[in-house]
C-alpha cells in the first residue's frame, strides 16, 4: 500500500510503500509521549525505506532522544532519527540504523485512509504517564516494555494483506 502524508503547514511531503500498513501499535513510552503523542502515546507504521519520496526535505530536522537520562547523568543518545518539520514541528517518521530497510512514519502525518486494526497492541506501559488512560478492547495486547512480536510478524499473525 503506498502511504502518503505531509507535516501541518505542508512544507513537508512524503510518500513510500508499506507491506504493513495498519495502525496498531500504540506506545506510551516517554519520548513517544513528549514527541508525539497528545493522547499520551504514538502510533508508527512501517514502510520501505528505499521506497521512501520526499519534498520539502530542507524543511526537515532530526531529534535523536537520550535513553536513561537521571539529573546526574545526560543519559545514551539513541541511534533511532526522528524526522520533524522545522516550521510547525510536526513529527513525521522515525528511522534506525540498526533496521536501516525500514521507515516507521507515524500515523499523525499520514493524509489517506488507514485499514482499521483488527486489535491494537499498547507497549511501554510500563512508563506510562499516570494521567493517560489505557483503552482496550477484549482482542488488545498490554505490555510493559516492548513485545517480542514485531510489526512484520503482527500483521502476518493476522493474515493482513496490504
Known sequence: MQLKG???????????????PYPFNLCYCSVC????GGGGYAINLSGDSESLKVEGAGNITIYRARMGQTPDDPGE???????????CGSGLWLWDPRWPDLIHP????ID???PQPPEHTH????SKA?????????????????????IAGWHERLKLER
Open 6 to 20: 505531509s507535516c501541518h503547514c505542508g512544507a513537508v511531503k512524503f510518500s513510500l510503500e508499506s507491506a504493513h
Open 112 to 114: 489517506g485512509e488507514l
Open 130 to 150: 499516570s494521567w493517560v488512560p489505557v483503552h482496550t478492547d477484549g482482542h488488545d495486547k498490554t505490555f510493559d516494555e516492548y513485545p517480542d512480536e514485531s
Open 33 to 36: 509521549r513528549k514527541t508525539q
Open 77 to 87: 543518545l539513541s541511534p533511532a532519527e526522528r524526522r520533524f518539520c522545522t516550521i
Open 123 to 126: 507497549l511501554m506501559l510500563g
Open 106 to 109: 507515524f500515523a499523525s502525518a
